[in-house]
Structure formats: structure tokens, C-alpha cells
């Protein structure tokens, strides 16, 4: 067999090294590992699998993933962690998140009947989580109708509220206020509505950004994605600020990229 002269090489000693680090960031938080979308390109298994070998308990470690079937491929291979499936599920996706143990992150109440259903239907629970959203415009509910879907989880059999989150959309930029205000804003309404909050909800926030750059947003969890990979959010500011911290303290790239010089030539000035 003969191999490409381009190679794609992935690094797992830098991915444990950029796990440590940041778990060193938020020594407190769970830390939900973003392995969506084949791991950004890295390997969704063997990432997460090398990934659940340095885990010191169960609740101190997850998987994020985009899509039920990358959740299911997880389970196929082995990792036994929760495994949450950040985009809301749709009606016949319900099924396999039984089957498989998966968490769904539902944005609204419309499925919420239809998954109470299903629990009854095999006499089971399921635990799931809601995202808020506070100022991203993805997917999630307004953050003053969290109260109502909470209440309807607490009330519908077989729910069991696991967390609430919502996502930065400018935690990269540490000029903006965005982070900040999304932060005190989510933590006001958690606390008003913390009559209804089951005990042991989780709240989480931050991704890469809040992970590395907002420790006031690590609450119970934080989910990095392409800091783990070694990037930094903020590309080059990132990296240039790193460089003058210790070498243990810097992100490590996981992923790169070689290939063969196979002519080297030299061209007359003015060339076109």
C-alpha cells in the first residue's frame, strides 16, 4: 500500500495536556468535552475515548455531541460518561435517547409531552437539560420562559431536570461586555427561579472563551470545544498572550498537517 505524501497527524498527549489545563482553570466545574462533528476533525472516538480514561468520576466528566447518531456511535464504542446531544431532538430521534442513555438538550416544551410519553412507555426516566437563550440567536427558549418549561419538566412523569445552559457568542472578544452581561443575567433568573430548581441542577455557561478568559461563568460545568484541539478562541491574540506564560500553561495544537516538498525552484525577478 502506498500512503499520501499529505498526512493529517493528531497528537493525544496534546489533547490530555489541554484537558489538564483547563480542568486547572475551573478545579471545581465538571468539564463537558465538545468531541462534535468527528471531535472538529480530530476523531470523535478516540478523542473521547482517550479522554475517558483521565476522568476521576462519572459526574466529573461528559461528551457533547451535535447529533443523536454521533451519540450513538460513542456508546457503540465504548464510553459509558453522559453523553449530551446539544441540538434539540427531534420526534422520531426520542427513541434511541432511551435506548442508548443519551441526554437531550431541549431549547423549548414542545417535545416534552412526547418524551414523558416515551419514559412511561418503557417505564423509565430520563434526565435532560434546557437551553436559555441569552443573547447567542442560535437555539434555545427566551431566558424569562425558563420558569414555565421548568415547571412543566418537574411536573410531566419520568423528566427529571439534569441543568440549564446557554452559550456565549462573544466570549473570544474580551472588549465586550456581551460575556459579562450574559452571566449576570442568567444567574438572576436561575435564582429567582431557584424554588423550582430540582436540587443538583447544573448550571453551565462557558465554552472555550468563558473557560479560559471568565472563571466568574465555570458555575457547576464548563464545555470546552476548540480550546481542548489546542486553539485559542481569539486565534492570534490568544496565542500571542500564551506565549509569555510557561510552557505548561499554553494550549497545545492536537492536530497537524504535513506534507512533501517535491520541487523547489528558483525564478527570475519579476517573474509573473
Known amino acids: 500500500m502506498i500512503d499520501s505524501l499529505n498526512r493529517v497527524e493528531i497528537s493525544l498527549p496534546a489533547l490530555r495536556h489541554n484537558y ?5 482553570k475551573a478545579p471545581d466545574a465538571a468539564l463537558l468535552a465538545m468531541v462534535k462533528a468527528d471531535g472538529y476533525g480530530h476523531g470523535m472516538v478516540a478523542c473521547a475515548q482517550t479522554l475517558a480514561e483521565l476522568k476521576v468520576d462519572n459526574f466529573g466528566l461528559g461528551f457533547g455531541v451535535a447529533e443523536v447518531v454521533e451519540g450513538i456511535q460513542l456508546r457503540e464504542s465504548g464510553i459509558k460518561e453522559p453523553i449530551f446531544i446539544m441540538v434539540g ?19 423549548d416544551d414542545t417535545l ?5 410519553q416515551e419514559a412511561q412507555r418503557r417505564n423509565q426516566s430520563i434526565k435532560l437539560h434546557v437551553k436559555v437563550d441569552a443573547g447567542m440567536g442560535r437555539q434555545g427558549c427566551v431566558l424569562s420562559e425558563a420558569a414555565a418549561i421548568i415547571q412543566k ?8 431536570l439534569g441543568g440549564v445552559l446557554a452559550h456565549f457568542p462573544k466570549s473570544d472578544d474580551l ?14 433568573e436561575m435564582e429567582r427561579t431557584g424554588s423550582i430548581l430540582p436540587k443538583n441542577t447544573a448550571l453551565h455557561l462557558a465554552n472555550s472563551g468563558g473557560a479560559l478568559y471568565f472563571p466568574e461563568s465555570h458555575a457547576h460545568m464548563i464545555r470546552p470545544g476548540i480550546s ?21 500553561a499554553r494550549l497545545r495544537p492536537v492536530m497537524r498537517f504535513t506534507s512533501r516538498v517535491t520541487q523547489v525552484r528558483s525564478l527570475p525577478a519579476g517573474t509573473g
Open 228 to 248: 481542548l484541539y489546542g486553539c485559542y478562541p481569539d486565534g492570534n491574540a490568544g496565542r500571542q498572550q500564551a506565549t509569555q506564560a510557561k510552557q505548561a
Open 89 to 107: 431532538p427531534l420526534p422520531e430521534l426520542l427513541p434511541p435517547l432511551f435506548t442508548h442513555q443519551l441526554t437531550p438538550v431541549v431549547v
Open 153 to 160: 419538566i418537574n411536573i410531566l412523569p419520568g423528566l427529571i
Open 175 to 188: 472588549t465586550s461586555q456581551s460575556t459579562a452581561n450574559i452571566t449576570s443575567a442568567f444567574y438572576k
Open 112 to 116: 416534552l409531552a412526547a418524551l414523558s
Open 20 to 24: 489538564f489545563l483547563l480542568k486547572k
